[in-house]
């Protein structure tokens, strides 16, 4: 050997051992850093619930919930891209025709805009809809917070909110509630949280906003920290009653720290639960109610277990309706967003796999692996939501939600058209009625509700038909969560306005008349689009066009 290549040899050798002395001292340190919990240096508590506050403790997750300002993830049905969904899908304008949701309704962005959102949709603007086709309506009331602001826990049980909302204790503060039973100052708490269900929306912000200010650290403050974690060890907690008050009356146990009784895994399901579920509000007190009561412990839930549950409320009088629709005059549920509902008979749900696992999947940060606090819809990252169970390539794993959602919106769509047809020929009935002389002679009021008796029973179908699309069109899945389950009710949805028809044409018979019923219903035009900052209430992309073409030529795998 040569001197020149043994000093080449001896050069390399010794680079080499720099840098795997380098790299084992890196790994080292890395290693270190993954022991090392998050350090715990500034106080937080249910008073101060910013989550700016909170996260000085935890930048990891902070980080993660700041990039949620700026996600706009478009995917064919979901996603973060706050378009118009009235625009997109104008037959809604006339299932909702009569409510608010008729006249504005756009995809929600993500959870940094919770409140945002809500704060500036005209379905909270009282002069907006007085004057666009809802003259009667008053405003909506404070249970709208629940699920949007940041300082619920703050307003029914911290020191610097509670007190604004003790004076004159409504009447349903009497009544038991699981979430508030166990809790050491529950009826405090139960007096304030009541009360502010009960009060105008905007006279809740106002209370907020004069304590801790405006802007998104104060009255704009969505979904935060606070809402899922304890101040004292970040353990995950409930903090919406409604939610923990439904599952007691299921036969759940109620926790005074963390809001229910359940296992780690349990609760990575509950946190999301206690706001992605259908309600309503009950009452002269406007009480946030979730309609559990018929849907069994342990068991997935079924359609028929909110036919059985709002009957029940229709025939007692305790909650016979959200709304009346205008063409139909029939009593109408609207259903909000079941999601927690729809998961539970899932294939994911029984194999254990949780909310969190999909939407906040792990991820690394440095050394440290961290639950992801940007949370989005699986779309925005296949590889770590799914590929951790599912080994397929990320776009075989795309075509198998394709699958699914382009199959659910094909037949929600023929759901549609029937539905439509149904209220058409309801319309068409109504106005032959009207015109018999036993209708006729009477006022405007009376006459209309002889002709709603005469038409009980169609009525009634198109409630129930209703109902099952709107669970399928406002669920956020577009099918995804619990595609048999789902496609259950979109058949029975269709079967049921179709036998509303039949029913029509009963009911109609003694009087004599006669009516050509519909087949192919016609889609109304789509609203106009509002003036909602950019992109809030924008118009559907070339993209969603293009696919929503595609589900109506069967131009799909």
Not at 44 to 69: C, H, I, T, V
Request: hydrophobic share 35%; aromatic share 12%.
């Amino acid at each position: 050997m040569s001197k020149s290549i043994y000093v080449a040899a001896c050069v390399i050798a010794a680079l080499g051992g720099v840098g795997l002395f380098a790299l084992n001292t890196n790994i080292a340190e890395h290693k270190g850093e993954s022991k090392t919990q998050p350090l715990k240096t500034f106080a937080q508590s249910d008073d101060e619930p910013d989550f700016a506050l909170w996260g000085r403790n935890f930048p990891a997750q902070l980080d993660g919930y700041l990039q949620m300002k700026d996600e706009y993830i478009q995917t064919p049905f979901g996603g973060s891209l706050p378009y118009s969904k009235i625009i997109r899908w104008p037959a809604a304008t006339t299932f909702w025709n009569g409510y608010a949701f008729a006249v504005d309704y756009s995809k929600p962005r993500t959870h940094y805009y919770s409140q945002i959102d809500q704060l500036e949709t005209k379905r909270n603007n009282k002069e907006f809809l007085n004057s666009h086709g809802l003259p009667a309506f008053k405003g909506q009331p404070g249970a709208c917070v629940n699920c949007h602001t940041g300082y619920l826990k703050a307003i029914y049980s911290s020191s610097k909110l509670q007190g604004l909302f003790l004076d004159n204790p409504v009447e349903s503060s009497k009544k038991a509630m699981g979430f508030f039973d166990v809790q050491e100052n529950g009826q405090m708490m139960k007096e304030a949280w009541t009360k502010m269900n009960s009060i105008p929306y905007f006279d809740v912000m106002d209370k907020v906003k004069s304590v801790y200010g405006e802007g998104i650290h104060g009255s704009h403050m969505g979904s935060t920290c606070a809402d899922c974690h304890n101040p004292d060890d970040m353990s995950l907690r409930v903090t919406r009653p409604a939610f923990v008050n439904a599952m007691v009356l299921r036969g759940y146990e109620a926790d005074a720290k963390h809001g229910i009784k359940g296992s780690r895994k349990e609760m990575r399901n509950y946190v999301c639960m206690q706001c992605h579920v259908e309600y309503y509000f009950e009452g002269k007190d406007s009480v946030l109610t979730f309609p559990w009561t018929k849907w069994k412990k342990d068991e997935a839930f079924k359609i028929e277990n909110f036919d059985e549950y709002y009957d029940e409320k229709f025939a007692n009088g305790e909650f016979p309706y959200d709304f009346i629709n205008k063409d139909t005059k029939a009593k109408i549920i609207k259903m909000q967003h079941p999601e927690a509902e729809m998961y539970s008979s899932s294939l994911h749900y029984r194999s254990g796999v949780t909310c969190v696992d999909c939407h906040m999947p792990y991820k690394r940060y440095g050394a440290n692996k961290v639950t992801n606090h940007n949370i989005l819809t699986p779309y925005a990252d296949i590889n770590a939501s799914c590929k951790t169970c599912h080994p397929q390539s990320e776009q075989v794993l795309k075509d198998r939600i394709a699958f699914i959602q382009n199959r659910h919106a094909y037949e929600l769509r023929k759901c549609e058209n029937n539905l439509l047809a149904l209220i058409a020929d309801i319309k068409t009935a109504r106005a032959e009625l009207a015109k018999l002389p036993q209708f006729a002679n009477l006022d405007e009021k009376a006459r209309e509700e002889a002709i709603s008796k005469a038409l009980d029973k169609s009525l009634y179908a198109h409630r129930k038909a209703q109902i099952r699309w709107d669970v399928a069109f406002s669920e956020n899945s577009y099918g995804f969560h619990s595609p048999q389950e789902f496609m259950r009710i979109i058949s029975q949805c269709k079967e049921i306005a179709r036998e509303g028809q039949s029913t029509l044409a009963n009911e109609l018979a003694p009087f004599n008349v006669k009516i050509t019923f519909t087949k192919e219903a016609k889609i109304p035009n789509a609203p106009a689009k509002l003036d909602h900052h950019y992109p809030t209430a924008s118009l559907p992309t070339d993209e969603m066009k293009k696919v929503d073409e595609n589900i109506k030529n069967l131009n799909f795998k």
